[in-house]
């Protein structure tokens, strides 16, 4: 595969042609933060939270869906980036319902940990308080909307992966719900295999086990690697 | 230590929270007793003082603004303290307390005092402070200089955060240290 030259961080850094930045950049060991992204899944470009600086390019530019290029000069962390990631989480914590204090996932969670991680201590814009609902029907999980920041890592893995799928969204924008089978309740779904995938790489409290209390929930995404390299290269292993 | 430097006037503050934070903060243990020979204590559910005081260094304040009196003591709390701590997530995030946010307060009053068989029923109504359409943040309300995050803070949390501003430092706490929840 060829091979191209890109600057990262003032470094010079090789990288494969066709590679995504984000790829080319985790290559590098550089940490950039994700939510929306996972190794394995297609690339989305939802959370923005990936969003690097590209010389000759006056909007920032999420790593994830952006390949990389010969002769690129990237910047992955600086005061305006760092900036910008913080407003990104302050306006997911606005739009829904968190109260880590009361959520499955509290102490396990990718969103709570990243805003630790990233700095934000507090949401300067107003909380939109919105009156969302939960769906307990199905007989093993259930989806909390107030948690749900629409990565749509659920919807990729049933489809991509599971090959039910089973999720989509309906709604536009702010209006925007993951939904089940046309949006009928989960439970009453004919798509849904119980497989749980989305459950496990759901990166918030938004999709649970049943019976799960406060910080109860604990997931394990990286099941996903483990099962595409046994599906595409045929590497079996624990 | 020296005598003759003047102590910190240290206040708390209990707004529309559970008191848990408070109950953090008694927490610390040891710390307490260094304390106590570091500050005085000037105001808060820990003493007896009606009136919030004139020319406080530094006030944590626990829970959201919820109604009309939080909101009274928040804006005195601001007016008279250099420093002010958003002191645990009811006060950072609105946390617990302002889960009824999606509810309208006319609902809620009716749900909590009108129809609950509780012990406590209507007749209260008159009594309460009138509830804010939303249970704020703090920092919505007034300034705020540096939250303190966890449902509750621990003792380590609010030790060093305590701790910083006492010596006059710059708040630094790392990432495990300044999660919500
Ligand atoms: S999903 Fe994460 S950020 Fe949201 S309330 Fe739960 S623990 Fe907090
Ligand atoms: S339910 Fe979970 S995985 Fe699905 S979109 Fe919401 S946060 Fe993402
Ligand atoms: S942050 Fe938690 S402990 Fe503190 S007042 Fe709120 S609910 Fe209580
Ligand atoms: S990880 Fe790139 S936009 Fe979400």
């Known amino acids: 595969m060829p091979v191209i030259t890109l600057t990262i961080n003032d470094e010079l850094v090789s990288a494969r042609s066709g590679q995504s930045l984000l790829e080319a950049i985790r290559d590098h060991g550089i940490d950039l933060p994700t939510l929306c992204h996972l190794d394995g899944l297609s690339a989305r470009g939802g959370c923005r939270l990936c969003l690097v600086e590209v010389a000759g390019s006056p909007r920032l530019l999420p790593a994830c869906t952006t390949e990389a290029v010969e002769g690129m000069v990237v910047t992955t962390h600086n005061e305006r980036i760092d900036r910008y990631r913080r407003m990104i989480l302050e306006l997911t914590f606005a739009e829904r319902n968190h109260t880590c204090a ?137 | 230590m020296t005598t003759d430097k003047r102590k910190i006037r240290l206040a708390t503050a209990w707004l529309g929270g559970c008191s848990g934070c408070h109950m953090s903060f008694l927490d610390l243990d040891e710390l307490l007793i260094e304390l106590a020979g570091r500050v005085d204590l000037v105001y808060g559910p820990l003493v007896d003082a009606k009136q919030f005081p004139e020319e406080v260094d530094l006030t944590l304040v626990e829970g959201a603004v919820t109604n009309v009196d939080n909101l009274q003591l928040a804006r005195i709390i601001r007016s008279n303290s250099r420093v002010v701590v958003g002191f645990g997530d009811c006060a950072v995030t609105g946390n617990v307390t302002s889960m009824r946010n999606r509810i309208p307060v006319r609902d809620l009053l009716t749900a909590v005092y009108r129809q609950a068989r509780a012990p406590i029923g209507e007749e209260a109504l008159k009594d309460l402070p009138a509830l804010l359409q939303q249970a704020l943040p703090l920092h919505q309300a007034i300034a705020v200089d540096v939250c303190l995050p966890g449902c509750p803070p621990s003792p380590e949390r609010i030790a060093a955060v305590v701790t910083a501003l006492l010596d006059g430092e710059p708040v630094a706490l790392d990432a495990a240290m300044r999660t919500f929840g």
């Open chain 1, 102 to 238: 009361v959520c499955v996932s509290n102490g396990h969670c990718e969103l709570q940990a990243l805003a630790a991680e990233l700095g934000m201590d507090r949401v300067r814009y107003d909380y939109l308080n919105p009156d969302l609902g939960l769906d307990t029907s199905h007989r093993l999980f259930g989806v909390d909307h107030n948690r749900c920041l629409l990565c749509l890592r659920c919807v990729r893995v049933c489809d991509e992966v599971e090959g039910a799928h089973t999720w989509d969204v309906a709604g536009r924008g702010i209006a925007s719900r993951v939904i089940t089978d046309l949006n009928r309740p989960w439970g009453q779904s004919e798509s849904c295999t119980e497989c749980g995938k989305c459950v496990e790489v759901c990166p918030t409290g938004a999709l649970f086990d049943k019976g799960a209390s406060v910080g109860e929930m604990e997931k394990e995404s990286r099941f996903l690697r483990r099962i595409l390299d046994g599906r595409e290269k045929r590497q079996w292993r624990r």
